[in-house]
């Protein structure tokens, strides 16, 4: 021990822990992902498959089942481009224009992250609900918002909001508008430009913030929760029919709707890094010229 | 998805002279359409909506507001909510740097696998994360029969079942905020430090430690503020016990429920004018474990 004092520390050594060091904490670490995040994923598709594929896939052929992963499909069928149409607009006037309120408006645009998923609900039933401002005209004209399709569209919009837009932003920032002057000087059209410039240059942005606010918006619970009613076969999202059919005992078919939901994760997961592996080779190449 | 935001690109436009901007300004199209719309959309969605809430507490009159938030089931619930998130918060912060740090350091069989385990919490939604924890820490699941076994203490229905499900939630805050600055952060300071003598635990505490407290404080705050908020994942695995384990949004939907709706407003805008504060805070603290790090 004192020998290895005399000497000067060698670099790789100086900055290491002791092997039994790195080993508790390499331990430390598995351990607890593996109690926190990999158990729980796991019992997902243990307790869906606990009575057989025969009963998990049968839980599926059911007319309630269907319409809720019909409506999850709808909701994020309207909800993901709205917000890529907003992220896009959001992004362009951002980064690409200097204005005075600009960091108050990022700010405003990350506000839905903020909110509890439950207020996010609320304030749309306190808008379109019975009590609500538009309550009374709504009912007048038979307009249906909350306790229908509209209003948890609106909701599941609410919640998955910023995803795009804060995505876009910060590599919409860092490209500039370089090449989107060249493009408009060499005589493009500002759509032209937009399609063939800009949109190529944030691909891979784009697409992360786009899997990322589908996989919100049809998993969102909370605030779809608070303005769905809960209607079975009209308004159930696959997450509120997993709580019905757990809070009635069904487990395994509530494992069996939460499983869908679970391998959407995963496959979140799955494009995401190889965005991140697509996104970093290719910085990797710019670089390098 | 939060930690993401603490990579924050200094605008272009700051280093371009007041001619190439004006240049900029003039040859781009659809700046007036573009802000115009984003900001039709933002007020639409999430100004209008949000200040519904605010207009509709201020119809209560401040005696009435007051009353409604200051029942002994209310305080109790925001005791529950705030207690728990604070101390879920401080695991994850625990825990999430010591991920970090085996992630960014070390090199193991499966690192990979688990680097992409912790984004999980971000991407499976909180009601499966609900059923699912609920159903191994409850009394007969996996983990909670043996607890129970054991050390005869129950997880599910009790605040501790509140407590796993927030700490599953916050989980990926901590270790994605501090995983960046750990990347960067340039051993030759830590090979200068052990040649100066200094033991690798004081180099560990003195040299790195001040770089990582920015970005844990960071990561402890978003972990908090999406506990404090969160549903889901906690109402399967609570109990929901009025005074014991119920939490605020909890009450928020049982008011609604009962069509108290001015009960569950005066509640939400307690939680609202929190998560602006939070979201205050959680902007400077970025701005802070950005600058903060200037070598």
Redesign the interface.
């Known amino acids: 021990m004192i020998a290895e004092r005399a000497r000067?520390?060698k670099?790789r050594s100086?900055?290491?822990?002791?092997a039994r060091v790195?080993l508790a904490?390499?331990a430390?670490?598995?351990l607890?992902?593996g109690?926190?995040?990999?158990?729980?994923?796991c019992?997902?598709f243990a307790?869906a498959l606990k009575k057989g594929l025969g009963v998990y896939l049968a839980s599926f052929n059911d007319s309630a089942a269907i319409a809720a992963i019909q409506l999850t499909l709808l909701v994020a069928a309207i909800a993901v481009p709205a917000n890529l149409?907003?992220g896009l607009?959001?992004a362009?006037?951002?980064?690409?224009?200097?204005?005075s309120g600009?960091s108050l408006?990022v700010?405003?645009?990350?506000?839905?992250?903020?909110?509890?998923?439950?207020?996010s609900g609320?304030?749309?039933?306190?808008?379109f609900?019975a009590?609500?401002?538009l309550g009374p005209f709504l009912q007048a004209h038979d307009i249906k918002i909350i306790f229908a399709v509209p209003g948890i569209v609106?909701a599941t919009?609410?919640v998955t909001?910023p995803?795009i837009a804060?995505?876009l932003i910060?590599v919409m920032?860092?490209?500039?508008?370089e090449e989107?002057?060249v493009a408009?000087?060499l005589g493009a059209s500002?759509w032209q430009t937009?399609w063939r410039v800009t949109l190529p240059n944030v691909r891979w942005a784009l697409i992360y913030g786009v899997i990322?606010c589908n996989?919100r918006a049809?998993?969102?619970?909370?605030a779809v929760?608070?303005v769905s009613g809960h209607i079975r076969g009209l308004t159930n999202t696959i997450?509120?029919q997993?709580?019905i059919l757990?809070n009635e005992y069904n487990?395994v078919a509530?494992?069996a709707m939460?499983s869908l939901?679970?391998v959407?994760?995963?496959v979140?997961?799955l494009i995401?890094?190889l965005v991140e592996w697509h996104a970093s080779s290719q910085s990797a190449v710019k670089e390098q010229i | 998805?939060?930690a993401?935001?603490t990579?924050?690109?200094t605008?272009?436009?700051g280093a371009l002279s007041s001619v190439q901007?004006w240049?900029?300004?003039r040859?781009?199209?659809?700046?007036g359409?573009?802000?115009g719309?984003?900001?039709l959309?933002?007020s639409l969605?999430?100004?209008?909506?949000?200040s519904?809430?605010f207009l509709?507490a201020s119809g209560l009159g401040w005696e009435a507001f007051f009353r409604a938030v200051s029942t002994p089931r209310v305080i109790a619930s925001f005791e529950v909510s705030f207690g728990i998130s604070l101390l879920a918060a401080g695991i994850n912060v625990l825990?999430g740097a010591?991920?970090a740090?085996?992630?960014v350091r070390?090199r193991?069989p499966?690192k990979k696998a688990?680097d992409?385990?912790?984004?999980?919490?971000?991407?499976?939604?909180?009601?499966?994360?609900?059923?699912?924890?609920a159903?191994?820490y409850g009394p007969n699941g996996?983990?909670g029969y043996p607890i129970l076994a054991w050390t005869g203490i129950k997880i599910a229905y009790t605040q501790l079942g509140i407590l796993?499900a927030l700490?599953?939630v916050g989980?990926p805050f901590v270790v994605r905020t501090v995983q960046p600055v750990l990347e960067d952060l340039d051993?030759e300071y830590?090979?200068a430090a052990?040649?100066l003598g200094a033991s690798?635990l004081q180099?560990i505490l003195r040299v790195v430690g001040p770089e990582l407290f920015p970005p844990l404080v960071t990561g402890f705050a978003l972990s908090f503020?999406r506990a404090?908020?969160?549903?889901?994942s906690v109402v399967?695995i609570a109990g929901n016990m009025p005074m014991k384990t119920e939490i605020?949004?909890?009450l928020?939907?049982t008011k609604?429920e009962q069509?108290d709706?001015r009960g569950?407003?005066a509640i939400?805008v307690v939680?609202?004018i929190i998560?602006?504060l939070?979201?205050?805070a959680?902007?400077a603290l970025q701005r802070w474990s950005n600058t903060g790090r200037i070598r």
């Open positions: 000067p520390p670099n100086a900055v290491r822990e002791p790195r904490l390499v430390v670490a598995v607890f992902l109690i926190f995040v990999f158990v729980p994923l019992a997902v307790e149409v907003f607009a959001a362009w006037a951002i980064a690409k224009f200097e204005f600009k408006l700010t405003l645009i990350d506000l839905p992250f903020a909110v509890s998923p439950v207020v609320l304030i749309y039933v306190l808008i609900g009590q609500g401002w609106l919009i609410f909001f995803f804060r995505e910060p920032q860092a490209q500039g508008s989107e002057q408009l000087s500002g937009f990322l996989a049809m998993g969102e619970f909370g929760s608070v997450p509120l997993v709580e757990y487990f509530a494992f939460a939901l679970a959407l994760a995963l979140t997961l995401k890094s | 998805m939060k993401k935001q990579v924050t690109v605008t272009h436009a901007l240049w900029k300004r040859i781009l199209p659809g700046f359409v573009t802000l719309f984003t900001l959309y933002l969605i999430v100004l209008i909506p949000l519904a809430a509709k825990f010591i991920v740090w085996v992630l070390y193991f499966g688990l992409s385990l912790v984004d999980l919490p971000f991407a499976l939604p909180t009601a499966v994360a609900g059923i699912s924890l159903t191994i996996w983990l796993v700490i599953f989980l051993l830590e090979e052990a040649s690798r180099t503020a404090v908020g969160e549903y889901g399967f605020v949004p909890l928020i939907i609604l069509y709706y569950a407003t939400a939680m609202l998560s602006f939070l979201l205050l959680i902007n």
